[in-house]
């Protein structure tokens, strides 16, 4: 039997949750069956944020950086699963989540010789995990929390932000999770059709 090969979007960073926070929850896949962690090292770290768009900075993350980011990662994602579930997050999560949010930002330069702008920090990776953090505090704390979902796929279970009219979205996305639900239905629609002709 030939293994199924998994879908590209599932072996690599998803930058399609709806928000930089949720993205960077997404850096663990599977949650709902073999978590799978894209940031376990620390380049792997520099590479999200990269890709994530904060290129004007160099950030060059410590392995220490590293255990800090998977910290707030998972105090995010521990937060608004609890709320999507209707549970009580943890006040340790909030605190950690809020303390990262109170970092100093990068902040805009001009270059004396080319009058380009230049990001500039102290902390670089501080200020990253600074916009990771405040971007949590904004869609948890404003009126989008009523759009956070959890995908229905049981495998899955990615976090997104419903940015659909109705706010009735069901799968992380339909490309993936959605069109797995719908080939799942339909075999055992067949099979049930089948088994009655017997
Ligand atoms: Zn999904």
Redesign the pocket.
């Known amino acids: 039997m030939t293994p199924r090969r998994p879908h590209p979007k599932y072996s690599q960073f998803r930058f399609d949750a709806g928000s930089i926070a949720l993205n960077f929850v997404t850096t663990v896949k599977h949650r709902g069956a073999q978590p799978r962690d894209l940031l376990s090292t620390p380049a792997a770290l520099d590479d999200w944020f990269r890709r994530a768009g904060f290129s004007n900075l160099d950030v060059e993350s410590s392995f220490r950086d590293a255990e800090e980011a998977l910290l707030l990662r998972e105090a995010v994602y521990r937060t608004v699963r609890a709320l999507i579930i209707h549970e009580t997050p943890q006040a340790g999560d909030v605190n950690r989540i809020n303390a990262t949010a109170a970092y100093s930002l990068a902040v805009p330069q001009l270059d004396a010789a080319s009058y380009g702008v230049q990001w500039e920090s102290a902390h670089p990776i501080k200020a990253c995990l600074a916009e990771v953090a405040r971007d949590a505090v904004i869609i948890i704390g404003s009126s989008e929390r009523h759009r956070l979902k959890l995908?229905a796929?049981p495998g899955?279970q990615?976090l997104f932000l419903d940015n659909s009219p109705a706010n009735r979205r069901r799968?992380?996305?339909m490309s993936?999770?959605g069109n797995r639900a719908k080939v799942t239905l339909h075999r055992q629609r067949k099979m049930g059709v089948s088994n009655e002709c017997l």
């Open positions: 995908c796929n899955c990615m799968w992380c996305a993936i999770c």
